[in-house]
């Protein structure tokens, strides 16, 4: 009888979920992807300029204190605490962002002159020197159900630090002048992402419930405000004449140089937070906050470590930037369906320790499994 009862949901499930498999679940077909390639497709045909051009820098600003002002609403003061001291995750990260990043960078050297050009080479060096970026690495982090507390530190660590350590190493390995220590991109910090968080810490105890029974307006403001910053910079490349200064077989060169250098870095950070001893949530932190570099931070230093070729430096830096965003998109929602049935099966095993239940018969009696539940 029990045999026969268990069968029965399961069939009218697989029935409700057949429309769903009808694609190759290779394809990277993916809502959120689809709304990526709109935006840049709208800033390429509509870039935003003059005043419209400061209309959406602010508001990309605006969106970014949100997205931060709204995670300091959510997380509990313990859950801040234990990001915070959780320090081997961070100098994981800003290994991986300030000294494996580089080390990958400095070998890209043997493809010159013959599939970058000098310039183009500098700009990806550049490009790894950068520091990680903030919003899409608690965005990811979100929505792939890692340590959100973890990767908001992690990120605004990495961004503190870079003001002072990516300028040193671009004088060191690319040469040039440096800006130093830069107060004002310490303010800008500060202003943008820390007093916000602080604001929804304070604000928490009034709003938490509200927020609580709203899940969704995080996940909107989540993607919304990685949208707006792609919307921005692509913008920005597009008004400033960079993506025409290469030619089609060069601009595809280097699109395959760092799709390679985003794939070697996906791979090191997730498993080698594997081979750290990292669980599940700190693994995605780790690799969401590990392996992308910060547009926002990049172009402004970009300006003053190279001046007037600043435009062309920054090339394989706003390139990475939406290859990460696109690639980590597609990751993110893949990580968010995997963790449900390894919940339920790690549930299973802790129940019945003597392995009398198999993978399958958990993944079967669990309901999201059931339902197909996706990520929230």
């Not at 029990?2 to 429309?19: E, G, L, V, Y």
């Not at 890692?146 to 990495?158: H, K, L, Q, R, T």
């Not at 893949?334 to 958990?362: C, F, I």
Request: proline share 5%; glycine share 10%; with cysteine.
């Amino acid at each position: 009888m029990n045999r026969r009862t268990s069968r029965t949901p399961r069939a009218s499930s697989s029935a409700s979920i057949r429309p769903r498999l009808r694609l190759p679940s290779w394809l990277p077909v993916d809502p959120y992807v689809l709304a990526l390639l709109a935006t840049v497709g709208l800033a390429a045909l509509l870039p935003a300029s003059g005043a419209a051009a400061q209309v959406a820098g602010g508001a990309s600003t605006g969106a970014v204190a949100l997205l931060f002002f709204l995670y300091g609403a959510r997380l509990s003061t313990a859950e801040v605490v234990e990001g915070i001291t959780h320090w081997r995750l961070h100098l994981t990260v800003l290994a991986a962002t300030f000294v494996l990043f580089p080390l990958v960078g400095l070998a890209a050297r043997g493809l010159v002159p013959y599939v970058l050009t000098p310039q183009l080479y500098s700009g990806l060096l550049f490009l790894c020197l950068v520091p990680s970026t903030v919003q899409s690495s608690i965005a990811f982090t979100s929505i792939a159900r890692g340590n959100v507390p973890a990767a908001i530190c992690a990120g605004s660590f990495s961004s503190l630090i870079g003001i002072v350590l990516t300028p040193l190493l671009a004088a060191l390995l690319i040469g040039g002048r440096t800006a130093g220590f830069s107060a004002d991109s310490l303010l800008r910090i500060v202003a943008q992402l820390l007093l916000p968080f602080v604001a929804g810490q304070l604000l928490r105890r009034w709003i938490a419930g509200f927020l609580a029974r709203h899940k969704k307006v995080l996940g909107l403001v989540d993607r919304g405000s990685v949208l707006l910053v792609v919307y921005t910079a692509f913008s920005e490349g597009v008004i400033s004449g960079s993506w025409h200064q290469v030619t089609p077989a060069r601009l595809g060169a280097l699109l395959a140089v760092e799709a390679v250098l985003l794939a070697v870095m996906l791979a090191a950070t997730w498993y080698g937070g594997a081979r750290l001893g990292f669980g599940r949530a700190d693994r995605i932190a780790i690799q969401f906050a590990g392996s992308k570099k910060s547009l926002a931070a990049g172009l402004p230093m970009a300006t003053v470590l190279f001046g007037a070729h600043a435009s062309l430096a920054v090339l394989p830096l706003m390139l990475f930037h939406q290859m990460q965003l696109m690639v980590c998109a597609v990751i993110a929602k893949r990580r968010a369906r995997d963790e449900e049935p390894e919940a339920a099966a790690e549930a299973v095993a802790v129940a019945k320790p003597d392995g009398g239940v198999t993978r399958g018969a958990a993944r079967d009696d669990t309901p999201a499994a059931a339902a197909g539940a996706g990520p929230v």
